[in-house]
């Protein structure tokens, strides 16, 4: 007979979601109010605060679109992407293949700035894509690439956008809360995220933030937006400052109190705390994945440290190690995606799973787990490498 579900409890150290605070899921369960009781437009208001906070913007157009991130990117595209345009795209994993999707989508065309699995996005390959397309009036690229835990420069990335007369759309899923992101300084037009990786919130909200550029480019618009649901000029009306609230959707009130919570936790952590945390305890797992003998895939400049890819040894068996690790230890870590399925892992620290205990017990776990197997791992090297970080910290 089919019964209530009561999930395992897990150790999410994936590409996300990550684990969930238990204040935040405690913010979860509070009584539902209406999506337009004035208790609950008051929390409307603080969670667009906290997102400006989060973001570091005074962007008055950012807000969270009741859906994942992928909604959060498809917003982006759009809103600002007309028929006819010319978008360049960069892609260095698979989240930039998405863009070129959404662009296409639009009726736009994609100039692709391709990069390898692994690498940054190049800025010398995007200033010669738009010298070679003047025409191009937007430029996508992913800050912290989730397939590959490369990290590009998103600061030069926006500026040439700007030098070049052009609006900038940046994915900040994974970056947010875990390395810095700082849309104003960048001078980012239109920045999305996702609340279940750096912000350990419940998956299914997508923070996003519009400059005054990408708002003016939305208002002038000559056709409508073809998604409803999207479309930020109606959106505005139910997040929008004036305190009369349209109705557009109902809202999901109790997720959003859960990231009101989460966003909370990040304000009384302070954000260089945050990316503090996230550096430290990257630092501690990749030097004692390294000590156990195992290969970090991305180069040590370039790398997340909310994301750690790392290469699987010979003759591992990529399902069995990552079976055996759920199963006794109920840990997940994260198999390569695209390009890099079969040959890396994705071992995440994110938001409230960015913690020292973690860090070790993966590591013990891990060398159990590939001693097991017949795999040639130092014993007790990872631990005593990692620990040798946090002391010297
Ligand atoms: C960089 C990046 N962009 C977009 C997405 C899509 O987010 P979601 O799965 O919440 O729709 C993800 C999800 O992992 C991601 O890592």
Request: hydrophobic letters at 45%.
């Amino acid at each position: 007979m089919t019964s209530s579900f009561y999930p395992p409890r897990r150790t999410l150290m994936g590409p996300g979601p990550s684990d969930v605070s238990p204040r935040v899921l405690g913010a979860l369960g509070r009584p539902t109010i209406g999506h337009l009781d004035p208790q609950f437009v008051h929390l409307m208001d603080e969670i667009k605060a906290l997102l400006q906070f989060a973001f570091r913007t005074e962007n008055t157009l950012t807000l969270p679109i009741s859906a994942p991130g992928s909604a959060g990117m498809e917003a982006c595209f759009v809103n600002l992407v007309s028929p006819g345009d010319t978008v360049i795209v960069c892609q260095n994993g698979v989240f930039g293949g998405r863009m070129r999707e959404n662009v296409e989508r639009c009726g736009a065309t994609a100039i692709m700035v391709q990069d390898a699995w692994g690498d940054p996005v190049c800025p010398d390959k995007v200033a010669a894509a738009f010298a070679a397309n003047p025409e191009a009036n937007l430029l996508a690229f992913v800050h912290a690439e989730t397939s590959t835990g490369a990290a590009s420069d998103a600061a030069a990335l926006c500026a040439l956008a700007t030098a070049n007369d052009a609006l900038s759309i940046v994915d900040t899923v994974t970056s947010l809360g875990g390395i810095p992101v700082n849309v104003d300084e960048w001078g980012a037009d239109a920045v999305y995220s996702g609340t279940q990786k750096c912000l350990s919130c419940i998956p299914g909200i997508s923070p996003v933030t519009f400059s005054p550029r990408a708002v003016e480019r939305i208002q002038k618009r000559s056709r409508p937006v073809q998604s409803w649901f999207l479309d930020m000029q109606l959106i505005m009306g139910y997040w929008g400052g004036s305190s009369k609230r349209a109705y557009h959707h109902t809202a999901p009130v109790n997720n959003l109190y859960a990231l009101h919570e989460a966003l909370l936790m990040l304000q009384e952590e302070g954000l260089e705390d945050s990316w503090a945390r996230h550096h430290r305890n990257h630092l501690a797992l990749s030097a004692g994945l390294e000590a156990m003998g195992l290969a970090m895939a991305v180069a040590a400049d370039y790398r997340l440290p909310q994301l750690n890819s790392v290469r699987i040894p010979p003759g591992v068996d990529d399902a069995a190690v990552r079976g055996a690790l759920l199963a006794d230890f109920d840990l997940e870590i994260g198999a390569g995606l695209g390009e890099l399925a079969g040959t890396t892992w994705r071992i995440g620290l994110m938001g409230h799973a960015s913690s020292e205990c973690n860090v070790l017990r993966c590591l013990n776990a891990l060398e159990a787990t590939l001693a097991d197997q017949g795999a040639e791992v130092g014993r007790g090297l990872a631990m005593q490498a990692a620990r040798a970080v946090y002391a010297g910290a």
